[in-house]
């Protein structure tokens, strides 16, 4: 591939847009969903939580977060135009119902109040922080008191075999994400790194070793 192309997927993974956009979103949701439901699953949501997602892409996942309390209120971020139209699409029934509510944001600024969401969680985003302290601390901002916050993110190892990660990404190993964390307030719960299967873009199985860190304010 050239470093063009490998350059357009970079681009497309970090903000997705026109026709080739909606395609790279159906892709990440599907080779995702295992990170997102384990990341959802590590919340210990329970009934009348607000959880707020950063970067959902067209979040088809909203369905399985639904199904793990009762009354729950989903409010998604992202910085895709695109991706903000396609997951109210997806989840239209959810927005009509005032049980899901999707905003776009500049990835920076958290455009919510102080302590204003008992859980919140991220999957594969971080690899794309402008300000990865600021934004942990505006994280930290609009959590409730003893909420949890969950990241998830493909290690560093993997990332490398990758070749269009040379260009958008910042790669992390547990420990440099911890090394973040740890000029934060935030405590870590709990670490846990999983194996899975994964397509590559070339259709061969490969191994990918994803990490899921649980924090509390």
Known sequence: MKQEELQ??????????GEKGIEMANMMNETNINMTRHSIQNLNISKENKILELGHGNAGHVEFLFEQAENLKYYGLEMSELMYQEARQINRNFVSQKQAFFSLYDGDKIPFEDESFDKIFTVNTIYFWQK???????????????????????????????????????????EKAQQLIEKTPFKIVYTETQTEKVKSKTGELADRDYTTIVLEK
Do not use: W
């Not at 357009?8 to 847009?17: E, G, V």
């Open 8 to 17: 357009a997927i970079a681009s497309q993974l970090k903000h997705p847009s």
């Open 132 to 174: 990865p302290e600021e934004l942990l601390l505006e994280i930290y901002r609009v959590l409730q008191p003893n909420g949890n916050f969950c990241i998830t993110f493909a290690q560093e190892d993997f990332m490398k075999q990758l070749p269009f990660t040379q260009f958008e990404f910042e790669l992390y190993s547990t």
